[in-house]
């Protein structure tokens, strides 16, 4: 079926390291659309988009798209499924499933980078909607931080017990 995405050959990120200005350019890499014919799979993401607060109907597939662990980034991974709402009409929503910068290299505006990119996709595809969840504490990435990480790049931060990681839910909605 081929991707159902538009997406540069790359993407440009800039960061100051000490005194000078430090650029590298990352590469996506994404799947083709596939088809989603479970009927159980089907119903898990049902029920993941509702503790997301999205009233999806069906889900008629996914692609992902990851970008390579190079330079300073440890991890950038989304997952774009294609879905129809209750109410009625279609659409993508993007789902990050990871995004890690190195720890050496945190606080530098990568990781702010990394979610000017993930918009920037977002817009070109007309999708309306970035979802995630926040996993527990690790070495190097207290849960906190990640929180406060994400409501200062705009998402909505909440916590619900449904969640399967940590209870911490991530929402954007780009209309």
């Given at each position: 079926?081929?991707?159902?995405?538009?997406?540069?050959?790359?993407?440009?990120?800039?960061?100051?390291?000490?005194?000078?200005?430090?650029?590298?350019?990352?590469?996506p890499?994404?799947?083709?659309?596939?088809?989603i014919?479970?009927n159980?799979?089907?119903?898990?993401?049902?029920?993941?988009?509702?503790?997301?607060?999205?009233?999806?109907?069906?889900?008629?597939?996914?692609?992902?798209?990851?970008?390579?662990?190079?330079?300073?980034?440890l991890?950038?991974?989304?997952?774009?499924?294609?879905?129809?709402?209750?109410e009625?009409?279609?659409?993508?929503?993007?789902?990050?499933?990871?995004?890690a910068?190195?720890?050496?290299?945190?606080?530098?505006?990568?990781?702010?980078q990394?979610?000017?990119?993930?918009?920037?996709?977002?817009?070109?595809?007309?999708?309306?909607?970035?979802?995630?969840?926040?996993?527990?504490?690790?070495?190097?990435?207290?849960?906190?931080?990640?929180?406060?990480?994400?409501?200062?790049?705009?998402f909505?931060?909440w916590?619900?017990?449904r969640?399967?990681?940590?209870?911490?839910?991530?929402?954007?909605?780009?209309?």
């Amino acid at each position: 079926m081929g991707s159902i995405l538009k997406l540069k050959d790359k993407y440009r990120i800039v960061f100051k390291n000490y005194f000078f200005n430090k650029e590298f350019f990352i590469t996506p890499f994404s799947d083709e659309f596939q088809p989603i014919t479970d009927n159980e799979y089907k119903e898990k993401s049902r029920k993941k988009f509702d503790i997301y607060g999205l009233n999806i109907s069906d889900i008629e597939g996914c692609e992902f798209c990851t970008f390579p662990r190079e330079h300073y980034l440890l991890a950038f991974n989304l997952c774009f499924h294609k879905v129809l709402f209750k109410e009625g009409g279609s659409s993508l929503i993007v789902e990050i499933i990871d995004v890690a910068v190195k720890p050496e290299y945190r606080s530098k505006g990568i990781g702010s980078q990394l979610l000017a990119i993930l918009e920037e996709i977002v817009l070109e595809n007309k999708i309306k909607f970035i979802v995630g969840e926040l996993q527990d504490d690790h070495k190097n990435q207290p849960l906190q931080k990640r929180k406060i990480f994400f409501e200062s790049n705009g998402f909505k931060v909440w916590g619900d017990e449904r969640s399967s990681f940590s209870g911490w839910i991530i929402k954007k909605c780009l209309e």
